[in-house]
Structures are given as C-alpha cells and as structure tokens.
C-alpha cells in the first residue's frame, strides 16, 4: 500500500513553489530562448505583473479558465505562472491549432481570457464569431528580448519566413501593454487551495472526443516532488542545464521544465521549433547541456546530423523520453554517439502526467521502468481481477497523488476512468517482470500515438464525414519505423472525380498536421476498426 503522508508540505500550491524559488535562486537562470535569459527573479517579478493586470480586470476572478496558446518562448513560463498566481487556470493550445480546434479548446474551456501567439493571432476573428472571448492578447515570439534583437527576429518571422499572417488588431490586446499596466507590487495573493484546479489540459478519453483532465495544485505540486526525486537522485540540485525541445503546452514538458525544474532552480533551454533540426543543433552549441528530453522521433533525427555528432557530449548526464515508446535501437545508438542512456518512463495527461521511470542506475530497454515514489501500479484482467503473476498482460491501473481531479464537466467519463478508490484506468496493456520493471505491450482504447501526439481516429473520422462527397470513413494506425504510428484513412464516395489530393486539402483547414492521414484509400466497406 502506498504510505498516507507525504514527504512534501501538502498543503503548498503552485503559488507558494514560485514564491519559494524566486527567492532562493534569484539571480540564477530560468530559462534562456535564443541567446536571452531570464532569471528567476525576473520570472517572479514579471508573472506577478500579469497576475497583477488579471486581479485587476473586472470581467475575470479566481478560478476563471485563461488559454495559453504560446511556442516555446520566454514568454510561456511567464504567462503560464502569471495565469497560476492570479488564482486562474491554464488552459493550453497548441499554436498550431486549426480555427476549428481552437473554438472547440476554448468554447469547452468557457475561457475568459486568451494569450494568443502573433503566429496564432489570424485565428481571433474568425474564433470570435462563434465564441467572444471577452480577454485576448496577442504576443510576440521574442516579446522579452532586447530592442534589437527583437525587431530583428520578429522581420524574420513576418517577412523571411512568413510565419506571421495578417490579423485584425480590433478588440485586441498587446502583452506589452499587459507587462505594463500594473505593478508588480499590486499582486495580492489569492484565496487559493491545494485543492483548486491549476490546469485544464485537453486529452482523449474512451469516447476519443478531446476532454478537459481537471489537474489541482496537489496534483501537479506532487508530481514535480516526484520528478524532482527522480531527478535529484541523479543530478545535484541548481547545478543542471535541461533543453526542452518538447513543446511547454504538452504535459510532459510542462511539468518537467516549467514546473519540476523551477522547483529544483535548474536552467531550462528552451527550443521554439524543435522541427528545424539544424537550429536545434546551433542552440546546442552554445551551453554544456546536462539533461535533455525528448521523444523517438527527435532523437532518431538528430543522430543523422552530422553536425549534432560534432557536438561536445561530456556534460551530458542522460536524456529522458516520453511521449511515445522509445525504440531500443535509438536508444543504443544515443548511448554509443552520446555516452549518456536515454531513460524512458510512463505518463498520461491525467496523471500529471508521470507514473514510471527508468532509473539511471539500472536502466533497462523495452521497459517503462519501476513506479515513482509514493505511485501504486496494477494490473487488471478481462474479468476484472488483480495479476500477481509476472509477465502476464493486464490493463494497467494506477493510483497516487498525481492523478487528475476528473475530466471537465463529465462525470461519466470520470467515474469510467476512475473508480471510488482512487485507481485510474489507463486503458494500456502492459507486463511487470519479477524486478518491478514494467512494460507497455498494447492499447485498449482507440488512439494513434504520431511522434508522441495523440491522435484520436473519431475527430479525424467526423472531419472526413463532414466533406460533402465522403459517405463514411473508418482511420487506423499503421506502424511507423520512425513516428511510432502513422494514420491511415478509407474512405467511401461516390463521387469518382474526388482526389485524395482535395481530401487532404479539405482536411488540412480542420486539422493540425500531425492529425492529417498520411495514406487515403477508397474503398467499397469499410475495414473492422481492431
């Protein structure tokens, strides 16, 4: 049984962690992003602005959902902590997001607020025709930086590589202006408990229609205690430069970067687009970075860089994967090139998201690991009995501090997933060997894992549905040697003129690219989803 008392003062929420760290590593770096670093001192002082300018709008109070649609940037962890010290909860977005998928987050969210990158910012009209978001702000990637550098990067982004689209500025907010209006020192601390919902992070359930996991203070405060355990093990404290490739909106990065590295004062490097592979390597060049996350696919496309291989490894401790399963062979191939063993573990939006992780001391390929401190693991089988036996496939159980609230005003879908003691529901099969290492064999529920994003085949079928000339659609998951998975859609028309090339462009305006199929067929019936 897992011990009842915790090791940690339960009674802390996010707030007190930054209030904490801001102090005792004031003048050390938080976070750099292309040459800029912010302290953590800086980091306090300016998300307790934007928690001030929050408190003082009449139109939002505690506990009012704020979207978070922001890259990598410095700016992230500045609204993401603004948003938590104002008593709010983070509601993330992909920036990629189609208008269709950002109404849908938002609308569910009932959002009141809304940090929207300048890259994003093309989608606020037309969002705003079926949902008024009474706050939004718009953001420049490189807001923090200096003057100089700032005008520069911001032309690459608007005119060198277009990744800016024109906007209507009507009914808008700069974050400049945010950074402005109201002192630091007008911050009141709100009336917060460990309890309160912290963070609205959207997933799949069993139905695979995209559900808020209510995740609380306690939730998100004991897993970066976990994670920090983990670390802490292994790296000294303070003393640990981390690069975040990963996305800071996925739960994974969020909780290892802005959350579990804060607490443990180590610098976080933060990657704005871990697709240009080359820039990557350039950003790597300039800091002996001691631990690196990522998911297969990363680490499989860097390692064919030759200019990655040059890089000086020596500080390098370990890089830790999740997302998705890592292949052994990258991860033997890591180890030869880098002298460093990439550690793989287990986690889930809804357990905040980390369960299990491989210990550096005994790190064994294939597997998820042993469970994290203060983390129970079971298996169930068909029949709905405990496995004690080892090496014999179950549905993976978990219980412990980290695991979520409930999903977003759906009772059913919550009590489906987590039963009256506490145990959730993973809906992956999964094997424990004698030594309590654990291994992930299989998915119950329908969902297709594209370079550790989750994909759910029902969303991409009710867009395909939604054309004019498909009569029905049936998507799967085919393997991937290097993505995982890949998605394959059939398809029945009637229409003999409609191209696979129409389809795609169709489904290109409703979906972000890693939930685009990469194969389309026409056929007669449609083939058993199993």
Not at 141 to 164: C, D, G, M, S, T
């Amino acid at each position: 049984m897992m011990e009842k008392t915790l090791p940690w003062d339960e009674s802390r929420t996010l707030i007190d962690v930054l209030s904490e760290v801001g102090s005792k590593f004031a003048d050390e770096p938080a976070f750099t992003q292309s040459g800029q670093t912010l302290s953590f001192a800086e980091l306090l002082r300016l998300s307790r602005r934007v928690a001030a300018y929050l408190q003082s709008r009449e139109d939002l109070k505690v506990g009012d959902r704020v979207a978070v649609q922001i890259p990598n940037t410095l700016l992230y962890p500045v609204l993401a902590w603004g948003v938590l010290q104002a008593g709010m909860v983070i509601v993330n977005l992909n920036p990629q997001y189609t208008p269709r998928e950002t109404l849908r987050q938002l609308k569910d969210a009932g959002a009141k607020a809304w940090f929207c990158a300048d890259i994003s910012a093309h989608l606020i009209e037309e969002v705003r025709k079926d949902f008024d978001v009474p706050l939004v702000v718009t953001c420049r990637l490189f807001e923090l930086h200096p003057w100089p550098q700032r005008n520069v990067y911001q032309f690459v982004l608007r005119y060198r590589r277009k990744a800016i689209r024109p906007y209507s500025e009507h009914r808008v907010l700069a974050v400049h202006s945010v950074l402005r209006a109201v002192s630091e020192k007008k911050w009141v601390r709100p009336n917060v408990k460990p309890s309160d919902t912290a963070m609205l992070q959207y997933t799949g359930g069993s139905s695979g229609v995209n559900m808020g996991a209510m995740l609380s203070h306690e939730n998100l405060v004991a897993n970066l205690e976990q994670v920090r355990q983990f670390l802490s093990d292994q790296a000294p404290l303070s003393k640990e430069i981390l690069v975040a490739p990963l996305p800071l909106y996925h739960i994974f990065s969020f909780t290892v970067h802005c959350a579990a590295a804060v607490l443990a004062g180590y610098h976080t490097i933060l990657i704005m687009d871990a697709s240009n592979i080359k820039g990557m390597v350039n950003e790597l060049r300039r800091v002996p970075f001691t631990i690196m996350t990522g998911v297969n696919t990363l680490f499989f496309a860097l390692m064919r860089l030759e200019s990655f291989k040059q890089l000086d490894f020596r500080s390098l401790k370990f890089a830790v994967a999740g997302g998705m399963k890592l292949d052994p062979a990258v991860a033997e191939k890591w180890q030869t090139l880098t002298g460093s063993p990439i550690l793989e573990g287990f986690g889930m939006t809804e357990l905040s998201p980390v369960a299990s992780w491989n210990p550096m001391s005994d790190n064994r390929l294939g597997t998820i690991g042993k469970p994290l401190p203060f983390t129970e693991m079971k298996l169930i089988d068909k029949e709905g009995h405990a496995i004690e036996l080892p090496n014999t496939p179950g549905e993976l159980w978990v219980r412990g501090p980290q695991v979520m609230k409930g999903y977003w005003q759906q009772p059913e879908e919550t009590s489906r997933h987590i039963n009256q003691e506490g145990w959730m529901r993973t809906g992956d099969l999964a094997t424990f060997d004698p030594d309590n290492y654990w291994s992930i064999v299989g998915r119950k529920k329908r969902m297709i894992l594209v370079s550790g994003f989750n994909v759910y085949p029902q969303e991409v079928e009710d867009v395909l549905r939604s054309h004019p000339d498909v009569t029905d659609a049936r998507v799967v998951g085919r393997s991937h040697p290097v993505n995982g998975e890949s998605i394959k859609a059939y398809i029945i028309t009637d229409n003999q003129a409609l191209t696979v090339h129409a389809l795609r462009e169709y489904c290109r305006q409703k979906l972000t690219s890693y939930k685009l199929p990469k194969q389309i067929e026409v056929v007669a019936e449609l083939p058993d989803s199993r």
